[in-house]
């Protein structure tokens, strides 16, 4: 199964989140992400055979993670697969931390990081036909997170579709 680690949205984050799609989907077209499939990737796992998910899973729902505060602040864009998404201007240094002692801890169950530079993003649009985010309004918001979640995501034929595994408690 294909699972990744990643914040979910507090709820009326998520909703401000999804009127801020909507805004984007107007003016650069494309697929827009459902409000309940909004998240921050902070490590992608790939292919996971169930086993070593299931222990995955354990590990996700036995630990915390430090709590902090995203500051969302900018858009951006994806030029090869289309994507549209909003994040920080720079990228926060408490969720790159978070990232790199994750991918740390992941190594103890066999997963190698290929390397790429981290850049924390909330993705709202796939297949954007348009990436030119100017004109958008401009962002801040706040994303308070506490706990950590194991995602799955299925393939359908109208996009992928996820489901959360485990959560971490709250710090
Ligand atoms: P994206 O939104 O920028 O496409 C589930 O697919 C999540 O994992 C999405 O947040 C997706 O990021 C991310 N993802 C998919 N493939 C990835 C890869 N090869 N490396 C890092 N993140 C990936």
Redesign the pocket.
């Known amino acids: 199964m294909r699972l ?1 680690l ?1 914040l979910e949205p507090p709820e009326t984050l998520r909703q401000q989140l999804g009127e801020l799609a909507e805004l984007a989907q107007a003016r650069c077209g494309g697929r827009r992400m459902p409000d309940d499939s909004l ?1 921050l ?1 902070l490590a ?1 796992l ?1 292919e996971v055979a169930e086993e070593r998910a299931a222990a995955l899973a354990a590990w996700v729902g036995e630990r915390s993670i430090p709590a902090g505060e995203w500051r969302l602040d900018a858009w951006g864009a ?1 030029r090869r ?1 289309g ?1 549209v ?1 909003v994040g920080g201007q720079t990228p926060d240094p408490e969720l790159v931390r978070l990232h790199e002692a994750l991918w740390k801890e992941l190594a103890a169950f066999g997963f190698n990081h290929r390397p ?1 530079h981290f850049v924390p ?1 909330v ?1 709202l649009l796939r297949r954007a036909h348009h990436l030119e985010t100017r004109g958008l309004p401009s962002l801040d918001l706040v994303w308070p997170w506490r706990r950590l979640s194991l995602v799955r ?1 299925f393939t359908e034929k109208d996009g ?1 579709r996820y489901a959360t595994l485990a959560r971490s408690s709250s710090a």
Request: glycine residues 14%; proline residues 7%.
């Open positions: 990744f990643a998240h990737t992608f790939g994806f697969p994507i998404w790429g993003h993705t995501s992928a």
